[in-house]
């Protein structure tokens, strides 16, 4: 099916949902349930534990027992409580990542307390659809110590469903920043993935919103597909994605092409996709790829083919480059539980 098409329903007993962009599987959100304390988005009240000298942060003691790191310690003192959101997924074993800068999320807007101000995506280019939208957005702050987003869903919106949205919210972060007083509590949970995908996947607008009890078969062999290290790409070619205890590790095979471009041809088809995989998969942290071997000259080709891939990805990236022996590392946020994880795969 051509466009883009989002399925709700359920895979192996967790609410999901999928995306799908011309017939591929390009997002997919699945519920973590019992799998971690608290999800990536939840707000939190903690209180400081340690403070980490030398490193810039501060051990976080969390509702129920459970520890969260904060980078930023910058005011914090031992047993002063703090609200903080969780950024991200944890290893077993360690301490939950948490950022102080707290942002309450809608699907025309983002609620950022204590960085005042009102700022317009720049993806909206018309000039007096940003004005009417600052404009908008000022007076529903009215002056209170909060900032505001306008994204880019905002653009076609009817002004009333913005300005509704926009009122809930703040009065949300408000009374979110001023409930900072008492034991560690979670004040606002992850939403479900209906709900994010409502949010976050509203533009470009999907041309099918379909909701099941159990995901269609389609999906659901591309979702199972995805738990197999193999990827399949153009002429034969195909790459190994192996999480390890340490990195995600990628290795890329040319098959059966022994032509003078097949190396190139395949690392720019795995480049293309990386994304999308590492997303699927819920793969994140220190990634190593070996590619196919290529010439010192033809890396530069490659380069610009990861950081054109990597640019409108939402989780931050950071692209560092060869190594000596050949190597490409990079990182990225873990955002996500591993998806064999999430289906009982090991």
Sequence with gaps: MKGRQVALGHVSGREAAAMLVDGQLEDLLIDPADLTAFAPGAILRGRVNRLMKG?????????????GYLRDRSGLREGQPVLAQ???VAEPGKAIPLSARLLIRGRYCIVTPGVPGVNVSRAIRDP??????????????????????????ADHADDSDIAEELAENIDL??????????????????PPPAETAWRDWAEPAPDVVEEFDELPD?????????LSPRVALPG??????????????????TGPDTSPAAALKANIALARDLPRQLRLRGLGGQI?????????????????????????????????????MGLFEMSRKRDRIPLTLLLGET
């Design 128 to 153: 007096d659809r940003r004005a009417a939208l600052q404009a908008l957005g000022e007076d529903a702050l009215a002056g209170r110590d909060l900032g505001l987003i306008l994204r880019s869903a």
């Design 55 to 67: 490193q810039g942060g501060v051990f976080v003691t969390l509702p129920d027992g459970a520890s």
């Design 236 to 253: 034969g070619a195909f790459a190994v994605i192996e999480p390890t205890s340490a990195l995600v590790a990628v290795d890329v095979n």
């Design 173 to 190: 972060a408000a009374a979110i920043a001023a409930d900072i007083e008492g034991e560690p509590e979670l004040l606002l949970d992850a």
């Design 288 to 324: 190593v790829i070996d590619f196919a071997p290529i010439s010192k000259r033809e890396r530069g080709t490659l380069d610009q083919e990861l950081k054109k891939a990597f640019r409108s990805e939402g989780a931050d990236a950071v692209l560092t480059g060869w190594t000596a």
């Design 218 to 226: 389609d999906i659901l062999d591309a979702i199972h597909a995805l």
């Design 86 to 88: 969780v950024a991200g």
